[in-house]
């Protein structure tokens, strides 16, 4: 994928970033690309592989699969109705430790995380990762932050929803 940073505009790189401020978590659809050698893995050592059947009815190889979502027409969103945002990310390899990418010296603290999509729960107990393992190797749930001026928060997660995303003020700076 290749990004542009519209005219008149500087990059989001978190300098931004302070205490107080507010941090919205945007779900996931599932893997995206975070674990992929650890879903394989897993799926070889089962006996139906990637035909194996998950709690919710889906295969392992469909739930696998299923499309990531774009996050762009929420950054649009959030730059058309002029929202103070001072950093996003992808929560990609790595898991919510994405959440302290920037490279401040500032604490980052959650306390609402997602429903965990099942194919994740599924991979976390084949692997027999802790819960500190799958939060630190999948996103959990968890497919973008917009970290945001402390009281922008809602504003935020409601715009996300207007975009189709399910999004919540999960922590904060």
Known sequence: AVGLVPEGREPLLGAELRPGDEIVLVSSSGLHANGASLARAVAARLPDGYETALADGKQLGEALIVPSPIYVPLVRALLAEEISVHYLSHITGHGLLKLMRPARDLGYRISALPPVPEVLSFLVGQAGLSEAEAYSTFNMGTGFAVYCAAGEGERVA????????????????
């Open 158 to 173: 409601a715009l996300a929803r207007t975009c189709g995303y399910n999004a919540w003020v999960a922590g904060g700076v």
